[in-house]
Nanobody
Framework: QVQLVESGGGLVQPGGSLRLSCAAS????????IGWFRQAPGKEREGVSC????????WYAESVKGRFTISRDNTKNTVYLQMSSLKPEDTAVYYC?????WGQGAQVTVSS
């Protein structure tokens, strides 16, 4: 059973940075896509970034390009989302997703 555990959310001022972590377990394949989604109050869940463990290719939503970076620590089976130059509109619950499974979500609030 796939398990995804996110951590690293919190409150940050505009222009600040946060790093989210997603620890994945319950599967042995080393060839999969893993991504981050977010859902702001009153809005639909949207894709933020995705990474392929096969070739390391990445994808970013236009709204976060140049500010967010997705990466992976193979030894820990953990995926990170480094978020910089955060804006109030980045406020949302961020979810990790892979192999039809979702994490529990991490709240990110950007406010002064």
């Amino acid at each position: 059973q796939v398990q995804l555990v996110e951590s690293g959310g919190g409150l940050v001022q505009p222009g600040g940075s946060l790093r989210l972590s997603c620890a994945a377990s319950g599967f042995t394949s080393d060839d999969y896509h893993i991504g981050w989604f977010r859902q702001a109050p009153g809005k639909e869940r949207e894709g933020v970034s995705c990474l392929s463990t096969w070739d390391g290719s990445t994808w970013y939503a236009e709204s976060v390009k140049g500010r967010f970076t997705i990466s992976r620590d193979n030894t820990k089976n953990t995926v990170y989302l480094q978020m910089s130059s955060l804006k109030p509109e980045d406020t949302a619950v961020y979810y990790c997703y892979t192999r039809s499974s979702w994490g529990q979500g991490a709240q990110v609030t950007v406010s002064s």
